[in-house]
């Protein structure tokens, strides 16, 4: 196909192509309508309570992820505030705790339970089932064979003195207060929690 | 729900905003700094609020982290120590980032249409979408708040959380801070607090407590509680008497319409012209050349547009094909 154009007709399609360009960066252009500048970003997330896993204060969060829980949704957190409804911290975070979604999404994060073998250099993943089977076959042992009834002077003590026991720090009341029933009830002394740390 | 009906400010438009309605309560964010410990709560919240990650930094010896506010750091905590006169050591900690200025200089200052919006509310936000760059809102802050982002060229700030306060809410730094530093309220709210707070102050001891609402950038809706409002220089440099440049003023008032005049005459200039003279006559290119062409015992030659008429045969079209002096 022929396209005649003279040098001369280039320039002027060329520099009217470039005058119009320039208006239009200089803002002579028609603007696009905008319903608002910044667009909320929690409306219609899944609002979850929970607790802060740092410290023992213990402050409430609210875990917002997307997608309604619908079943073929994947859920993913992607945002932690404060929980204003909490009477700890009353929607207050520390840096930490204002800091938590980074700490869901960590890679260094441990997300299963590992053990690593007596003589070995190398964690091993294995189940939960199998996790907890191993630590009451440990306990049990070691209560079977360590556990004290009786002191030198007779007195009974039901004594489990060879095993502790750590609790985390952001139990609520009831789950503390469960955990110290269990632990005591099995006469273990070593008791603490996260709490002192 | 803000909307852009709400906007009563925006950067170089001359479209009269709406201004009719007068009943949108004024928000405020009230810093106390003598309720400060420094724990950068805030710092993070405006971080995983704002989608942002800042680069980890490096300790200079001080607890700044990092040492100033950056495209990704839109509030940065400032430590000084000062030392008075009796001899006692002040560590004075204060929460730097956008004072929201009731005439904010970063909008004066924009030449970019809409990168910078004043909301009925007082928060002055910044639509990165229409930012063009050039830097003009560090020039017109008194407060030296915005940054250009090394990464893409476009100019960042605290926004107030302008999208949470939209929804009802208060900005995430008010909300994480766990010392009751930061508070978040209507500004009529906001001044009895800091009011309350300077007379409690005061009764301890710091005679010169005072509020921080700049009236030389006709108020700010951030404002601090100051132990020592008469020296705000002191906490790491605020300034006492804030103003915005001369030089926006000078760019916006003076040198703006006098450019904008002269392309106006220029371009009346021609209408008046082509009226009275009418349209520049030009002479037809392709009869001009042969015509010249063939006085000079040439070759005519083609024009410059493809033309199968006028190719000889097994000739290539090459610089032999045109006459001397003909070379446009």
């Known amino acids: ?197 | 729900m803000i909307n852009s009906q709400n906007i009563i400010a925006r950067s170089a438009t001359t479209t009269e905003p709406p201004q009719v309605r007068s009943h949108v309560e004024e928000v405020a964010k009230l810093i106390d700094v003598s309720k400060c410990i420094g724990c950068k709560a805030c710092q993070v919240a405006c971080m995983e609020w704002n989608d942002l990650r800042d680069d980890v930094g490096e300790c200079h010896g001080t607890y700044d982290n990092p040492t100033d506010l950056t495209a990704e750091s839109w509030t940065v905590m400032r430590f000084s120590e000062h030392e008075s006169a009796d001899g006692n050591l002040e560590w004075l900690i204060r929460k730097d980032g956008c004072m929201h200025c009731a005439e904010p200089g970063c909008l004066k200052a924009c030449p970019a249409p809409g990168a910078i919006v004043q909301y009925a509310n007082g928060i002055v936000d910044f639509d990165s979408n229409h930012c063009i760059g050039c830097g003009y809102c560090i020039t017109g802050c008194p407060f030296d708040i915005p940054r250009i982002s090394p990464k893409d060229q476009k100019s960042y700030k605290c926004t107030l959380c302008s999208d949470r306060v939209n929804a009802g809410m208060e900005p995430a730094c008010v909300k994480t801070c766990p010392t009751n530093c930061i508070e978040f309220g209507t500004k009529t709210d906001m001044l009895a607090r800091a009011e309350k707070r300077v007379g409690d102050l005061k009764a301890l001891g710091f005679r010169d407590a005072g509020i921080y609402d700049p009236a030389g950038v006709g108020g700010t809706h951030v404002m601090y509680v100051l132990h020592h409002a008469d020296d705000p220089n002191r906490y790491s440099g605020l300034p006492k008497d804030p103003r915005i440049s001369p030089l926006v003023g000078a760019w916006k008032g003076v040198t703006k319409p006098i450019m904008s005049a002269i392309i106006g005459i220029t371009a009346f200039a021609g209408v008046i012209h082509y009226m009275t003279k009418g349209p520049k006559e030009e002479p037809e290119d392709s009869p001009e050349e042969e015509h010249r062409a063939t006085r000079d015992g040439g070759v005519p030659p083609a024009s410059l547009g493809y033309d199968a008429t006028r190719r000889r045969p097994g000739a290539g079209r090459n610089a032999d094909d045109r006459p001397q002096g003909e070379d446009r």
Not at chain 1, 24 to 40: K, L
Not at chain 1, 129 to 148: P, Q, S, T, W, Y
């Open chain 1, 1 to 197: 196909m022929a396209i005649n154009v003279t040098r001369r007709q280039f320039f002027k399609l060329g520099g009217a192509g470039l005058a119009s360009s320039s208006l239009a960066m200089m803002g002579f252009a028609p603007e696009p309508a905008e319903a608002s500048i910044r667009q909320f970003k929690l409306t219609h997330a899944k609002e979850t309570r929970n607790t802060c896993t740092y410290c023992s204060v213990g402050c409430g969060i609210l875990i917002y992820s997307k997608g309604d829980g619908s079943k073929n949704v994947e859920q993913n957190v992607f945002h932690i505030e404060g929980d204003p409804d909490h009477p700890v911290s009353r929607g207050s975070l520390c840096p930490k705790g204002a800091g938590l979604l980074d700490f869901v999404h960590s890679k260094g994060r441990l997300a299963y339970p590992q053990v690593r073998e007596a003589g070995s250099d190398e964690w091993k993943r294995i189940s939960w089932d199998e996790a907890l089977g191993r630590i009451a076959r440990h306990m049990k042992d070691d209560r079977d064979a360590n556990f004290v009834q009786r002191n030198a002077q007779g007195q009974t003590v039901n004594h489990w003195t060879t095993t502790g026991f750590l609790a985390a720090s952001g139990s609520s009341n009831e789950a503390g207060y469960i955990t110290h029933k269990v632990v005591r009830n099995l006469g273990m002394v070593a008791f603490d929690n996260q709490a002192r740390v």
